[in-house]
């Protein structure tokens, strides 16, 4: 029986011993009482599968880059069920392929001791970038940050800063310390600067919001004025603008109270002017049917009589009294257009009979006659003796003297 019953790795003793042979040796791996040869030996190559099998697996981790460290540990325990293991199978093959581990494991431990340094040094830059864009945050002017921005910005690097320490690699004790301590830092800096603009900024809002009360009260006093209480609304305008901001709620608030003041006012004036528009239509269609008269006024010519019939047109324009608002504009400037024109004609007038001007014109124009007189004997002259430059010179300079002769006169 004993003689049948082999495989290539083990046999099954006629008393049931099962054997597994290891080189040129072999020994007892166990009973499989009350069953076949066949059945003692396919039990204990099971578990030799098992042994492969876990063999193999590990083989895949170094493949696939698993902790170096992990290996080790599960390759010598490996080696130490194997050297002992009740199983049949090709032992001295497992054996090797752990060896061969172990080689992958020092080059796993390299690479792997490679990359933890990189991912370290990866690391410390990192942190180190958030802690110097902390430090740049807190070296800002307090006065000219946006604070709201700042906050979130630093929030958002508080965020990457805990999320890094706890994704990321653990930092040397003595280094994260000193990159802790410089973000607390800055932090900190960061904070005491923003609690000093805002206690400022909170007094400021006072003493503007106390301003603007006083200024709204003022202004609500103003209502019972109606119309008359406008032009110190304006002044009070004037100061709200220069009252400073008391945040924007207050600032809301009080505008709205303010306005409310105006427009009461502004509605009271907007009454008044209806009935005087209502009251000063008729004076509207007198003014128009002046207008009509004055403009007839720009065909004429004769200073003096356009200036008699201007002022008695004048006289009757003041007579009439008010127009509508909305038509103050129009009427005035058709009026000024005629009295544009007459003043012209006065201007003109004297112009032409200022004596000094006078006395100015006909000196220069005796001189005028005197110099065309000499550039015409000139003129002859070159004539007669035919030369072509003298006879050009000559007329040319007679042309513009005559020219400056006709605009005196």
Not at 54 to 62: A, D, F, K, S
Request: charged share 35%.
């Amino acid at each position: 029986m004993a003689t049948d019953d082999k495989t290539p790795w083990g046999r099954v003793d006629d008393d049931g011993t099962v054997y597994v042979r290891d080189g040129d040796a072999e020994r007892a791996v166990g009973q499989y009482p009350d069953a076949t040869p066949e059945e003692a030996l396919a039990y204990y190559e099971r578990k030799y599968v098992e042994l492969e099998g876990q063999v193999h697996l590990l083989e895949q981790r170094i493949i696939k880059g698993a902790p170096a460290a992990d290996v080790a540990k599960a390759a010598a325990h490996l080696r130490s069920a194997v050297e002992s293991a009740n199983a049949v199978g090709d032992l001295a093959s497992l054996r090797e392929r752990l060896e061969k581990l172990s080689g992958s494991l020092g080059e796993l431990t390299e690479k792997q001791s490679a990359e933890s340094r990189a991912a370290l040094e990866a690391a410390v830059a990192e942190r180190e970038a958030i802690v110097v864009e902390a430090e740049r945050l807190a070296a800002q002017d307090p006065g000219s940050i946006q604070w709201k921005q700042t906050t979130a910005a630093l929030d958002a690097l508080f965020a990457r800063w805990q999320a890094h320490q706890q994704d990321g690699p653990r930092l040397p004790k003595h280094e994260g310390n000193e990159l802790w301590k410089r973000f607390r830092a800055a932090r900190s800096s960061l904070d005491g600067h923003r609690k000093a603009f805002f206690a400022e900024l909170d007094a400021t809002h006072k003493e503007a919001r106390a301003r603007k009360q006083a200024l709204a009260e003022r202004a609500e006093a103003l209502i019972p004025k109606g119309t008359d209480g406008i032009p110190d609304y304006r002044r009070l305008l004037d100061d709200w603008k220069r009252a400073g901001r008391a945040g924007k709620k207050v600032d809301d608030a009080l505008w709205a109270r303010f306005k409310a003041a105006g427009d009461a006012l502004y509605q009271a004036k907007a009454e008044v002017d209806a009935r005087d528009d209502e009251e000063f239509r008729g004076n509207l269609v007198e003014k128009e049917a002046l207008l009509v008269e004055a403009e007839q006024l720009l065909g004429v010519k004769d200073r003096q009589k356009a200036k008699d019939q201007l002022i008695g047109i004048q006289r009757r324009w003041d007579a009439v009294g008010k127009v509508p608002r909305n038509a103050i504009r129009g009427v005035e400037d058709r009026l000024r257009k005629v009295e544009d024109h007459v003043r012209r004609l006065d201007q003109e007038h004297w112009e032409k009979s200022d004596p000094e001007k006078q006395a100015r014109s006909t000196g220069l124009a005796s001189q005028l006659t005197s110099a065309i007189a000499k550039l015409e004997a000139e003129l002859e002259a070159a004539r007669a003796s035919g030369d072509t430059r003298k006879i050009k010179d000559a007329e040319e300079a007679l042309a513009a003297r005559r020219v400056w002769l006709d605009a005196l006169g």
